[in-house]
């Protein structure tokens, strides 16, 4: 599938419907959603798993563990030496 994308007429009055979004494969077909099972759902990232940072897995993070290890990493720069 590509990214490859059309909006159909709408409003553009806030709150309303804008359109449908069309989706297509690479071959310009129309995308029908794949026809195989569900994937598995994200697991969480914890801050020990932020700070260990040897995850390969694709996981979720939220904005709270995201924030606190980026103030962790930026705490453990060392002063400038003048």
């Avoid at 026809?35 to 390969?56: F, K």
Wanted: hydrophobic letters at 35%.
């Amino acid at each position: 599938m590509t990214t490859q994308y059309r909006v159909v007429e709408g409003t553009r009055d806030p709150g309303q419907y804008i359109g449908d979004v069309e989706l297509y494969n690479d071959d310009g077909t129309p995308w029908t959603g794949g026809g195989g099972a569900a994937p598995e759902p994200l697991t969480e990232m914890t801050a020990a798993d932020a700070q260990a940072g040897t995850s390969t897995e694709a996981m979720s993070v939220s904005p709270a563990v995201l924030n606190a290890e980026i103030a962790r990493q930026i705490a453990a720069i060392p002063p400038a030496v003048p």
